[in-house]
């Protein structure tokens, strides 16, 4: 049996809103060996068996010496699990909470509201938009120019260059979209005819990009991501990956976005199940699956398949990962045959440590009503789930919770 750490809780220092008043030890974990919290001035077990994300942003009075001490704090960028969420308040214990094996947490309030601040759980905004609205297109390119910020005008020479020799597939993703929208814009205020033809996925896709970027605004890793946006191939991984980072936020999985660090093995997310469970999460965003002009072939998807599991393969050392394969204007046929052939890959060569692969495609719908017709973007997931994996981990299908934090800890009335 695995012995337990200890950790000396300090005298309190971060200004943390909820105090936890035990009348003997605070909390108790059952489970898996986690770690034993001490008061750091007179040794008394505080806590037992916790992990050290399981309990963030609480102190705790001392009942042996009084001394108010200090649960871990958070980190930026630090993920969080379903939880039990205290309220700003003192809480008298006349017993331990006992805490099992499923994995659930306890934060304050205040944790859990700066980590939902930086995941941008409450700026979802509705990306559709009205098709015959010329100004309203020239919002989103503006908005989208703005993002690629002192990049844009090398971005335009670039592609002035590649159109005048005859290379107009190099011109990067970001500007393309601007410059399109521009250009449907003017044809919209000088068109008397009333018809034309259009692209309805870049215009689809034109305020995808601002509105994906501006829900992580707060993250830590913000800069970063946004700088990608001027690369020539990263713009659309780093879309496609946020969207997937939203999803998986919004079913209620905590979610960290690893930094990238040069040549040392790291995945793209890192998944949070419960305290026990942190799965690595790979995003590929093969080209031959971005706006591919003709349907996508058997031996297409088994390339694609076979190289992000080759590249995937050789940046995570885990016992158990998850492979997310991105596309951009994939037909329901096409990404159909994309699950289904990755089911032929599983049974061709079983990876062990390979939990499922997930297929994301970006697309498009166009909304007809009453009114003007409007336009939005449209992410499909499909789910090949790899049955040789042999890790911790599981899929179990039903319904998604659809609400992360439980709130059962209130402060006491005031009176």
Same mark, same amino acid.
């Given at each position: 049996m695995?012995e337990?750490?200890t950790?000396?809780l #300090?005298p309190?220092s971060?200004?943390f809103?909820?105090?936890?008043?035990?009348s003997?030890?605070?909390i108790e974990?059952?489970g898996?060996p986690?770690?034993?919290w001490?008061?750091?001035?007179?040794? *008394?077990?505080?806590?037992?068996?916790?992990?050290?994300?399981?309990?963030?942003?609480?102190?705790?009075?001392?009942p042996?010496?009084?001394?108010v001490?200090?649960?871990?704090a958070?980190?930026?960028g #630090?993920?969080?699990?379903?939880?039990?969420?205290?309220?700003?308040?003192?809480?008298f214990?006349?017993?331990?909470?006992?805490l099992?094996?499923?994995?659930?947490?306890?934060y304050?309030?205040?944790?859990?509201?700066e980590y939902?601040?930086e995941?941008?759980?409450?700026s979802?905004?509705?990306?559709?938009?009205?098709?015959?609205?010329?100004?309203?297109? @020239?919002? $989103?390119?503006?908005q989208l120019?703005?993002l690629?910020?002192?990049?844009?005008?090398?971005?335009?020479?670039?592609?002035?260059r590649a159109?005048?020799?005859?290379n107009?597939q190099r011109?990067?993703w970001?500007?393309?979209?601007?410059?399109?929208?521009?250009?449907v814009?003017?044809?919209?205020?000088?068109?008397?005819t009333?018809?034309?033809d259009?692209?309805?996925m870049?215009?689809?896709h034109?305020?995808?990009?601002?509105?994906t970027?501006e829900?992580?605004?707060?993250?830590? #890793? %913000?800069?970063?991501?946004k700088?990608?946006l001027a690369?020539?191939?990263e713009?659309?991984?780093?879309?496609a990956?946020?969207?997937t980072?939203?999803?998986?936020?919004?079913?209620g *999985?905590?979610?960290?976005?690893?930094?990238?660090k /040069?040549?040392?093995?790291?995945?793209?997310?890192?998944?949070?199940?419960d305290?026990?469970?942190?799965?690595?999460?790979?995003?590929?965003?093969?080209l031959?699956l971005?706006?591919p002009? $003709?349907?996508i072939t @058997?031996?297409?998807a088994?390339?694609a398949?076979?190289?992000?599991?080759s590249k995937?393969?050789?940046?995570i050392?885990?016992?158990? %990962?998850m492979?997310?394969? /991105?596309?951009?204007g994939?037909?329901?046929?096409?990404?159909e045959?994309?699950?289904?052939r990755?089911?032929?890959?599983?049974r061709? %060569?079983?990876? @062990?440590?390979l939990?499922?692969?997930?297929?994301?495609?970006?697309?498009?719908?166009?909304l007809?009503g #009453?009114g003007?017709?409007t336009?939005a973007?449209?992410?499909?997931?499909?789910?090949a789930e790899?049955?040789?994996?042999?890790? @911790?981990?599981?899929?179990?299908?039903?319904?998604?919770?659809?609400?992360?934090?439980?709130?059962?800890?209130r402060?006491?009335?005031?009176?």
């Open positions: 695995t337990m750490q950790r000396g #300090q309190a971060q200004g809103q909820t105090l936890f008043v035990p003997e030890r605070a974990a059952k898996f986690g770690e034993i001490i008061c750091s001035i007179c040794q *008394f077990v505080i806590a037992s068996g916790v992990r050290y994300n399981q309990i963030l942003g609480i102190s705790f009075l001392c042996s010496c009084g001394t001490v200090d649960s871990p958070r980190l930026p #630090q993920p969080l699990t379903l939880s039990i969420v205290a309220d700003a308040g003192t809480f214990l006349g017993e331990p909470i006992m099992t094996d499923d994995g659930v947490a306890i304050s309030r205040d944790t859990v509201q939902e601040r995941i941008g759980k409450a979802q905004r509705d990306a559709s938009f009205a098709l015959m609205d010329a100004q309203g297109l @020239r919002v $989103h390119a503006y120019q703005r690629l910020g002192d990049a844009y005008p090398k971005l335009k020479a670039e592609a002035e159109i005048s020799s005859g107009p011109v990067h970001g500007y393309e979209l601007v410059r399109y929208a521009r250009s814009a003017r044809d919209l205020e000088t068109n008397r009333g018809s034309f259009f692209d309805a870049r215009l689809a034109l305020p995808l990009v601002a509105q970027l829900r992580w605004a707060q993250h830590p #890793q %913000y800069p970063a991501l700088a990608t690369h020539d191939t713009a659309q991984h780093t879309v990956l946020l969207l980072a939203a999803w998986l936020a919004d079913i *999985f905590g979610i960290e976005i690893v930094p990238a /040069g040549f040392e093995k790291a995945p793209d997310l890192r998944v949070m199940a305290v026990w469970t942190l799965l690595d999460t790979e995003l590929k965003t093969p031959v971005r706006y002009e $003709h349907p @058997r031996e297409v088994d390339s398949i076979r190289k992000c599991l995937s393969s050789r940046q050392a885990s016992e158990s %990962y492979l997310f394969i /991105g596309s951009y994939l037909s329901p046929r096409d990404h045959m994309l699950e289904n990755a089911m032929h890959e599983f061709r %060569y079983h990876r @062990r440590n939990l499922a692969i997930a297929f994301v495609n970006i697309a498009n719908v166009v007809t #009453q003007p017709p336009i973007p449209q992410t499909v997931l499909r789910l790899n049955p040789f994996h042999q890790g @911790r981990a599981k899929i179990v299908r039903g319904e998604p919770r659809d609400k992360l934090f439980h709130e059962v800890v402060s006491p009335p005031k009176e």
